[in-house]
């Protein structure tokens, strides 16, 4: 089956969305975004994605509205990448992969990548979309992130690696 480039070509709601965020380093994009990371760099850092990229998803999110970017330094011109509403409203989608990827794809003795703290009742929410401790559902600003030791580490080495790079070009 061909992409879909033009939105026009479908009335499939699944087939529209696949081509705006169907692909592995959009979706690696939108999590360092929902993680809070706005920076160009920071974003490339930690996908691992080339800046080419990082650069055409930035670019075909923002062109549908799903990112919004801002300026932050004007010598040099530096942005920002902000979600937008419709963004934001892809939250119960990325929980959605992230729990699939924990029941289904989570190597036998790891931890969970990411645990969230549910902000209402105070105790860990797990994978959603409701809390497991009190059943609310899970709303992105009422949760706070505990990264598991591996993944902060994983993390902390996509960092060093990254200005490494960057330091011998």
């Known amino acids: 089956m061909a992409r879909i480039s033009d ?19 959009t979706v690696l994009v939108l999590r360092e975004l929902f993680f809070g990371n706005h920076r160009f760099d920071e974003i490339q850092a930690l996908t691992g994605a080339t800046p080419q990229m ?10 549908n509205g799903v990112v919004e970017r801002r300026t932050y330094s004007l010598r040099p011109v530096r942005y920002e990448y902000h979600l937008t509403k419709k963004g934001a409203d892809l939250f119960q989608v990325m929980m ?15 931890d969970r990548s ?46 060093a690696a990254f200005r490494e790079s960057r330091s011998r070009a």
């Open 7 to 25: 939105l026009t070509q479908t009335q499939c709601p699944v087939a529209r969305a696949e081509s705006v965020v169907g692909d592995s380093w």
């Open 96 to 110: 959605a992969l992230r729990a699939w990827g924990e029941k289904w794809l989570r190597v036998e003795g790891e």
């Open 54 to 63: 990082v650069a055409t998803r930035l670019k075909k999110l923002e062109t």
């Open 114 to 159: 990411i645990e969230y703290v549910h902000a209402d009742c105070g105790h860990l929410a797990g994978l959603g979309p409701l809390c497991d401790h009190c059943g609310e559902l899970l709303k992105r600003e009422d949760l706070s992130p505990q990264w598991s030791p591996g993944s902060t580490a994983e993390r902390a080495a996509q960092r």
